[in-house]
């Protein structure tokens, strides 16, 4: 089984950065497809991210230009880079491996807000 752990979240003002990552253990990480995804109160959870196993990058539209995913094969981790951050980016980020079966994390809060 491959558990994954979010970290990095936090309060930011509009603006600035922060570095989410997702260390993964319990399988093979190279095999698996990297995701990141968020929800907002109200809102549906969204494909922000993701990169696949032979390191091809998706963004979501609202994201794009801004955000950067990005995986680090030997630590079993997994980045998203998130510049420029505005109010609505605030969500709950949550790490998805896919390749047979799919495994999610608990996710880490970004609070972006004056």
């Known amino acids: 089984q491959v558990q994954l752990v979010e970290s990095g979240g936090g309060s930011v003002q509009p603006g600035g950065s922060l570095r989410l990552s997702c260390a993964a253990s319990?399988?093979?990480?190279?095999?698996?497809?990297m995701n990141w995804y968020r929800q907002a109160p109200g809102n549906q959870r969204e494909l922000v991210a993701g990169?696949?196993?032979?390191?091809?990058?998706d963004y979501g539209d609202s994201v794009k230009g801004r955000f950067t995913i990005s995986r680090d094969n030997a630590k079993n981790t997994v980045y998203l880079q998130m510049n420029k951050l505005q109010p609505e980016d605030t969500a709950v980020y949550y790490c998805?491996?896919?390749?047979?079966?799919?495994?999610w994390g608990k996710g880490t809060l970004v609070t972006v807000s004056s």
């Open positions: 319990g399988s093979i990480f190279r095999r698996y497809a």
């Open positions: 990169i696949s196993s032979a390191g091809t990058t």
């Open positions: 998805n491996a896919n390749w047979v079966t799919s495994y």
